[in-house]
């Protein structure tokens, strides 16, 4: 019977998880001759330990469970969908293939390169009572899954579509004025304050964005004042006389013909929260709890490639090793990729190390002293001298999503150090 393998490879260690309808697990290796052997099967908790050190490297305590796989084809989805296939296209050093429907623009291309996570919010429904306001179109984001840190962001956008009208002179001007509301009475009566404008015309076609980064700032501090946007209309000379938002071609939130183009909000986050530092600690005592509740001991699990077997000598080089997220059943959340090409570093760094070893000069002298004094000094090791990023759009449990980058993921040569 067929098994899929997913593989997986940290500090050292190099694991393939098998997973298939038997729920059958082990550790495969790499035997040096260019073939994959069993080392060793793993039990269900086992693989539940592999997989909370893969979640913990992604920055989850625990994975989003979802009842079923939200649609890609929403607007906040499909904006991340976007800069994800863009980056995956500068890591490969390669030309755009399609253009985006979301038309970037400069300063949002310069946050999805400064940024390290990105996560979109899609409106929902929130009731806020019996609004006075007739004229306007309140709109609401859950926002408690994003980074709590309002330091953090680096800038937030409220994007809402506009779709052509011919019922109005199409070269009128218009004004959209974005206002955080403040407070609601038992009355409906709100206090709002104006937070971003935009201008536009009833002929206009695609999308408005508002800088809002205040009002998320605000709200991520304090969840509890989060009563969303209001947004009114005005011809751009008459600020006195409202106009509803769908005579201009405001898309609705859930109208019939509103796929892809409801509104959303997108936030760009800096140095946002990270495994390591303070946090380093407090993760390796979960870890030494995790292994003691199922009896493990520290050194369970060994480095494959130091194992007692038959090996056949071969220079440092990279070897192939592919993480697959799609065996490990996590399709139902991560939106893109199914799995990345890791590769490691692995091989002998004998004497002399010649240029197309990438040695270092500190790697070619060990080598000379281990000549010498081999039960003293050991040969320098095998590493990776170059990595590269990746990047991970997923879900998180309230169907908003994020793009999270991850650095130093994919080898790209080895030497030896």
């Not at 090409?341 to 070619?364: D, Q, R």
């Not at 000549?371 to 990023?389: E, F, M, R, T, W």
Request: with cysteine; glycine share 6%; hydrophobic share 35%.
């Amino acid at each position: 019977m067929a098994v899929s393998k997913t593989i997986w490879h940290c500090a050292g260690l190099l694991l393939f998880i098998v997973v298939s309808c038997t729920a059958l697990s082990g550790l495969y290796i790499d035997n040096g001759v260019d073939q994959t052997i069993i080392h060793h099967s793993m039990t269900r908790h086992e693989r539940q330990v592999v997989e909370h050190e893969i979640l913990e490297l992604l920055g989850l305590g625990e994975r989003p469970r979802r009842a079923q796989t939200p649609p890609l084809d929403r607007s906040a989805p499909s904006f991340l969908l976007d800069v994800y296939k863009q980056l995956a296209e500068e890591h490969e050093q390669a030309r755009p293939t399609r253009s985006s429907e979301m038309a970037l623009s400069g300063e949002e291309q310069n946050a999805i390169d400064e940024s390290d996570l990105i996560m979109t919010f899609q409106s929902k429904k929130h009731h806020l009572g019996v609004l006075r306001h007739g004229h306007g179109r309140h709109i609401w984001f859950e926002v408690t899954g994003a980074p709590s840190d309002a330091s953090s962001l680096l800038t937030a956008e409220l994007r809402l579509h506009q779709a052509p009208k011919h019922t109005v002179e199409p070269a009128d001007l218009y004004t959209v004025v974005v206002h955080r509301v403040m407070s609601v009475d038992n009355l409906g009566g709100m206090q709002m304050e104006q937070v971003a404008a935009v201008n536009t015309s009833a002929s206009a076609e695609g999308w408005l964005e508002f800088n809002v980064t205040a009002a998320l700032a605000s709200w991520l501090g304090a969840p509890a004042d989060n009563r969303g946007f209001f947004i009114t209309l005005h011809p751009h000379t008459q600020p006195e006389r409202h106009v509803k938002p769908e005579e201009i071609g405001l898309e609705e939130n859930h109208g019939p013909n509103s796929e892809g183009k409801q509104p959303f909000l997108v936030a760009f986050f800096k140095n946002g929260p990270k495994l390591g530092g303070a946090d380093a600690g407090a993760r390796k005592k979960r870890e030494a709890r995790r292994w003691r509740s199922h009896g493990y001991s520290e050194n369970y699990l060994r480095n494959p490639l130091t194992d007692t077997l038959h090996w056949t000598t071969r220079s440092c080089e990279i070897q192939t090793l592919y993480v697959s997220f799609k065996d490990l059943e996590w399709q139902d959340w991560i939106i893109a990729p199914e799995g990345y090409g890791a590769f490691y570093c692995s091989g002998e760094c004998n004497f002399p190390l010649n240029a197309h070893k990438n040695a270092t000069n500190h790697a070619i002298v060990q080598t000379l002293v281990h000549l010498l004094y081999p039960n003293q000094v050991p040969k320098p090791s095998c590493a990776p001298i170059k990595l590269s990023p990746i990047s991970v759009l997923y879900y998180t449990d309230d169907s908003n999503v994020i793009l999270r980058k991850y650095k130093n993921m994919v080898v790209k040569s080895c030497g030896c150090h």
